[in-house]
């Protein structure tokens, strides 16, 4: 298991959830204290909290495309080369860190170029969470 630091900001991870009640029981689990950790995301519960959830519910999955408008977008980096991202070979990463709150219209935006994509939502913890959370301290 790799291990790698967790510095205060903002940590935007990026995953699929096809399987079974789709993205609220996905992302329910996420927010379940004491669940066994299955998902790479479930290992930052302890470090971060969650903050708010960009989801959508396109039929074709966007993972990759959604990683590679996180890393193009300013003030966004490679939070831990590879996480996230096992099972995919042209990622950097499927988790991305920025030191203050991204801006989700710049997002949103980028995902409105892509032809076909489905509508994007938005919204704070507690209704869903998955995708940005924030870290107080490492």
């Known amino acids: 298991m790799r291990t790698f630091d967790v510095p205060a900001g903002y940590h935007l991870y990026v995953g699929s959830a096809f399987g079974a009640g789709g993205v609220a029981a996905r ?48 003030g966004l980096t490679v939070a831990a080369p590879g996480f996230g991202s096992n099972d995919c070979t042209t990622c950097p990463a499927h988790l991305y860190f920025a030191e203050h709150p991204p801006v989700y219209d710049l997002f949103e935006e980028a ?15 507690p209704f869903l969470t998955d995708v940005v959370m924030h870290a107080e301290r490492a």
């Open 27 to 74: 992302v329910g689990r996420h927010l379940t204290p004491g669940t066994v950790k299955k998902w790479n995301v479930d290992y930052l519960k302890d470090r971060a909290a969650p903050v708010e959830v960009w989801w959508t519910h396109d039929a074709v999955r966007r993972e990759c495309a959604w990683s590679e408008v996180l890393a193009a977008l300013p």
């Open 111 to 125: 995902l409105r170029r892509i032809d076909g994509h489905a509508p994007v939502f938005r919204a704070a913890v």
